[in-house]
């Protein structure tokens, strides 16, 4: 945690602040959903409750606190009351392992009659060294959550949203940690401030400068893509909502749950979504690096000071994963869902030997390249 | 070594407590639930002692897939009472419990009596300490123990076909293909 | 002479940990008679054996120990998967899993 008081307390404060930052997101989201839909669809989407229906958030959460708490009756109770703080656990403490900016160094000063410092804060909640095992570790509980809340409600819907749900987490699982394999193989380390490190500048082949950043994506076009699409189905979202659909399973797993209870699911959920686009910034798109003709972190620094260039980059980097979270709601409006068999070919048959070729091929070329 | 050791009591008091959950409760998905806490408990004591990969792969095998696989299946099956949750005969579990009292005291005997234990140090893939060792675990495996690596790669290919032919269903969804 | 040092943690406190929980996995295996929750005490008997492994790696710095954890939780997941099968096709005949169905076990 830290040497002395100081360091441990700015630490603390740090996972606090990152663990807000997840649970905030999701009203910005939850209205960016609602008007991203109402322009896909052409209609006008929430517009009366404050400026661009703003405020219809905090109406939202007023609701969702003060709803009348229903809860079935059973003796699963504890099941079921953990089920949703389950939910919360594992995107917490994966967005958390994730680097968001620059690390700020703090010079020597004076405080309280004593001198503090020198200090490094890392611009994440902790350091990991073996950074993505950890999360698709930590990531890969978020199964329990939803069989826990399918076990709990002692309801036959939810019974099966929730096996739906963790068999199409764990048969992507596979996928997901596959189609990563390729990038690991290229950069050569899990650490996550080593890859986006690697990342900086101009892409450079034999010799050759490439007008291209020197990016992960323009290494793993297959992987990214395979990426992309275990994500979408570790989230549970359409095109691979499963468990919740509504035409067969009323609501899936949280067909029991309303209130807060509801939304804590919601968080998880989004929170599932953020972890998704920092990691596919992270190894695909350079991390909060911009661009080689912008300026670099260096130039940053030495022109604006370390804390100014540390927020100047976290402002790329929520950029980038602005982006991404756009797209998950863009595919979310546009494409169909997919049937449940089409789901387990898709899986099986067809995204793992996709990227076990890249994985062959990506460590054919490296250990080609290298020696 | 303050804080090592209180860390070290607050993992063991994990583990045990949701070890001896798996035992004493009736309800086999609540001891699933259980198991998945102990082993969140003994991918702490791995990160703890520096061995962050393995934490890492505890945490994703056993139990986000192996425990998910146990608690599916569990749910598959809904049962609704079990039938001797526990084994009966009085004499034949005072015997159990006797073996494994003896066991567990022989082995913490043994460990205390021999205190001064001397390790055996090879030059053999020294581990620097305070680092972590994913990369030489990498190259051990690649280099000294890539025979076990291959046979584990087949076993694992024989275990997914063998799984798949005991429990499939005949004549199913799949059947004409 | 028995001492016990409670504050110095070491390798022996490891190994104290790593047989009460193999014993108490011993014990789910011989008092239950459920297959599945016997199955979840031969895999905590399992990580009872990955603890001592780590703790002598981390104690040697030796790394070998490690690589034989990473093959027994692959054995582990192996053996579940087939012990699951097994489970499921007696559940489909019996509609229970009682260990002591399995004397119908034939061919």
Redesign the interface.
């Known amino acids: 945690m830290g040497a002395d008081l100081f360091e441990i307390g700015v630490n603390t404060a740090k996972l606090l602040v990152i663990f807000l930052m997840m649970v905030q997101i999701v009203p910005l989201l939850v209205w960016v959903e609602r008007r991203g839909s109402a322009y896909i669809q052409n209609r006008f989407g929430p517009n009366r409750v404050g400026p661009l229906g703003l405020t219809q958030l905090l109406a939202d959460a007023v609701k969702f606190i003060f709803k009348e708490e229903f809860i079935p009756d059973k003796n699963r109770r504890f099941i079921f009351y953990a089920a949703p703080v389950v939910a919360l656990i594992p995107g917490a403490l994966a967005f958390a392992a994730i680097p968001l900016s620059i690390p700020i160094s703090v010079e020597t000063f004076e405080l309280f009659g004593q001198s503090w410092g020198p200090y490094t804060f890392l611009f994440q909640g902790y350091e990991v060294g073996i950074g993505i095992v950890f999360v698709l570790g930590v990531s890969s509980l978020g199964a329990y959550a939803l069989l826990m809340a399918g076990y709990g409600s002692s309801n036959k819907y939810s019974m099966f949203g929730a096996l739906r749900a963790s068999a199409q987490m764990i048969s992507y699982e596979l996928a997901l940690g596959l189609s990563l394999v390729g990038i690991l193989l290229i950069f050569n380390t899990f650490d996550f401030q080593q890859i986006i490190d690697a990342q900086k500048g101009q892409m450079v082949i034999a010799g050759n400068a490439l007008p291209l950043p020197n990016w992960g994506i323009f290494y793993q076009p297959i992987g990214f893509i395979l990426f992309v699409i275990a994500v979408f189905a570790e989230t549970n979202r359409l095109p691979f909502d499963l468990p919740e659909a509504e035409s067969e399973l009323v609501a899936g797993y949280h067909t029991e749950y309303g209130g807060i209870k509801m939304n804590m699911f919601y968080i998880g959920e989004y929170g599932h979504m953020l972890v998704a686009s920092g990691l596919m910034v992270t190894f695909y798109f350079g991390g909060y690096n911009l661009p080689w003709f912008l300026p670099q972190a260096e130039e940053l620094i030495a022109s604006y000071g370390n804390v100014m260039a540390a927020v100047i980059l976290h402002l790329v980097f929520l950029a980038k994963v602005g982006l991404f979270l756009w797209i998950f709601v863009w595919v979310r409006w546009t494409i169909p869902r997919f049937r449940y068999d089409q789901l387990m070919d898709l899986g099986w048959k067809t995204m793992l030997p996709w990227a076990l070729a890249n994985t062959i091929i990506t460590a054919i070329v490296v250990f080609w390249m290298r020696s | 070594m303050a804080g090592d050791s209180i860390l070290f009591y607050a993992l063991s008091f994990l583990i045990i407590y949701f070890a001896l959950g798996v035992l004493m409760n009736p309800n086999p998905i609540k001891a699933a639930f259980n198991l998945v806490l102990a082993m969140v408990g003994v991918a702490g004591v791995f990160f703890h002692l520096q061995s962050g990969f393995l934490g890492g792969v505890q945490l994703a095998v056993y139990a986000g897939a192996v425990m998910v696989l146990f608690v599916m299946v569990l749910m598959i099956f809904d049962l609704k009472k079990e039938r001797d949750a526990f084994s009966q005969g009085f004499l034949g579990n005072i015997g159990k419990l006797l073996a494994a009292g003896i066991v567990v005291s022989l082995v913490i005997n043994n460990v205390i009596l021999s205190s001064d234990l001397q390790l055996a140090t090879s030059n053999a893939a020294k581990a620097e300490s305070g680092r972590d060792t994913t990369k030489i675990l990498a190259d051990l495996i690649f280099t000294e123990y890539v025979f076990a690596f291959e046979v584990l790669g087949i076993l694992l290919l024989l275990v997914a076909i063998g799984a798949v032919s005991i429990s499939r269903i005949k004549g199913g969804t799949h059947a004409d293909s | 002479m ?3 040092d ?4 070491g ?7 790593s ?10 295996v ?5 297959l ?2 016997m ?3 031969i ?2 008997m399992l ?1 009872a054996v ?2 001592t492994f ?2 002598f ?8 120990g ?2 034989m ?3 027994v ?6 053996e ?3 012990g ?6 007696i ?1 489909k005949r019996f509609k ?3 260990i ?1 169905l399995f004397e119908n076990l034939r061919g």
């Not at chain 3, 409670?6 to 943690?9: A, D, P």
């Open positions: 028995l001492t016990v409670f504050v110095n943690i390798l022996n406190h490891y190994l104290i940990l047989a009460i929980v193999f014993v108490i996995g011993m014990l789910t011989l008092l239950r008679r459920n599945i929750v199955l979840m005490g895999e905590l990580n990955n603890i780590v703790a790696s981390h104690y040697n710095q030796l790394v070998n490690q690589v954890v990473f093959f939780m692959t054995i582990a997941a192996a579940a998967g087939v699951l099968a097994i489970c499921v096709s559940f229970e899993v009682n002591s």
